[in-house]
């Protein structure tokens, strides 16, 4: 039986029992807490999608993304400015590429006067002290959707390679900072990075989308880039099976060598697990994308009055800090970098 040298009350039964180890003790005060505190969310976590489309003075609402919208390359360059001023360290693009200019191979992926590449010269113009980071993937330039070249139901992956390395040199020429190839084609990385290196672009850095999975949570994604309705199929012959874990880090020991300098996980928050395996085993820069579908959800809930938005979308992100990232691609980028300055 165990000795108890202050029986009499209950308080003092648990407490011998536990050995006068009292875990709430530091979580009485605000003080406290804020002292004990594992992990903590700043500005340099974030980095900030964008949304491109054509035209001038062109803002259009995302209408499964509450308060995320499409702008046109003037618009972009005024949101980059505003990422700047509060501080965010990088801002991602990705074009809502006329209908008219997609056809099967995606050859407006290689014009370098598109969307993309008129953004990266514009942003870049205005020489602003942040990141630009481009997609690389022709799902928004191909008319089925896919992320590569198709030869009936099969991707052609050693051909997709081939104008994913085109792609990236545009970008790249166009001053975007960091390549993000989100296609999952087998070898990308080592020929965009060797094809960078030997063009001029050494200083270029490649975050790889390192373990992407065939994810239902990238619907309203597909919205605000116009693949939804021209998807053909599903993307699982790239995309990873959501039961895999093990694999994610053959894909992200993969890409390493291949010469990534950051990888990302994604979707977020149904992979925490993944990230803090990977961060884990690679201890290399490893960062999260909450992808569009969560970001509608915590934003659905919340105007039903079913969860406290602002606080689900707080956790949402310490969870990601907690889990190991080095940063986290979120909608949230500018609403959370107001709300941390104003916390300060
Ligand atoms: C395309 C791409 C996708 C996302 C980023 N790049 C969608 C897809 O693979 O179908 C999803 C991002 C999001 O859902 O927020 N290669």
Redesign the pocket.
């Known amino acids: 039986a165990p000795h108890r040298p202050h029986a009499g009350g209950l308080a003092a039964d648990v407490g011998s029992i536990v050995g006068g180890r009292r875990l709430r003790r530091n979580r009485r005060t605000d003080w406290s807490r804020r002292l004990v505190r594992e992990v903590s969310l700043t500005v340099d976590d974030l980095i900030w999608?964008l949304f491109l489309t054509e035209g001038e003075g062109v803002a259009e609402d995302v209408p499964s993304m509450p308060g995320v919208q499409r702008f046109s390359v003037d618009g972009v360059v005024r949101q980059a400015e505003e990422a700047a001023k509060l501080g965010i360290p990088a801002v991602a693009l990705?074009p809502n590429t006329d209908p008219s200019l997609r056809d099967d191979t995606g050859s407006e992926a290689l014009n370098p006067d598109n969307l993309i590449c008129r953004a990266c010269r514009a942003i870049t113009r205005e020489g602003l002290p942040i990141g630009i980071i481009t997609?690389v993937?022709l799902?928004?330039y191909t008319s089925h959707g896919h992320?590569g070249l198709m030869q009936g139901e099969d991707i052609l992956n050693d051909e997709t390679v081939e104008q994913l390395v085109r792609q990236a040199l545009l970008q790249a020429d166009a001053g975007a900072d960091v390549i993000a190839p989100?296609?999952m084609m087998d070898g990308r990385i080592g020929a965009i990075r060797s094809a960078l290196d030997r063009s001029g672009h050494g200083d270029v850095q490649v975050m790889a989308?390192a373990a992407?999975y065939a994810s239902a949570?990238?619907g309203?994604?597909?919205d605000a880039v116009g693949?939804n309705t021209t998807l053909v199929g599903d993307?699982r012959t790239y995309?990873m099976d959501p039961a895999n874990s093990d694999e994610a880090l053959r894909e992200v020991e993969l890409d390493l060598e291949e010469g990534a300098d950051m990888v990302m996980i994604?979707?977020g928050m149904p992979y925490l697990d993944i990230i803090r395996r990977v961060k884990d085993t690679f201890l290399m820069p490893t960062y999260a994308?909450q992808?569009?579908?969560e970001?509608a959800m915590i934003c659905a809930a919340g105007q039903n009055g079913w969860i406290d938005r602002d606080r689900a979308m707080m956790e949402s992100l310490i969870a990601f800090k907690r889990a190991g990232t080095d940063g986290i691609l979120t909608?949230f980028a500018p609403e959370v970098a107001r709300r941390l300055a104003k916390a300060v």
């Open positions: 999608p990705f997609d993937a799902d928004p992320d989100s296609d989308y992407k949570f990238y309203p994604f597909r693949t993307k995309q994604k979707p994308y992808v569009s579908g970001y909608y």
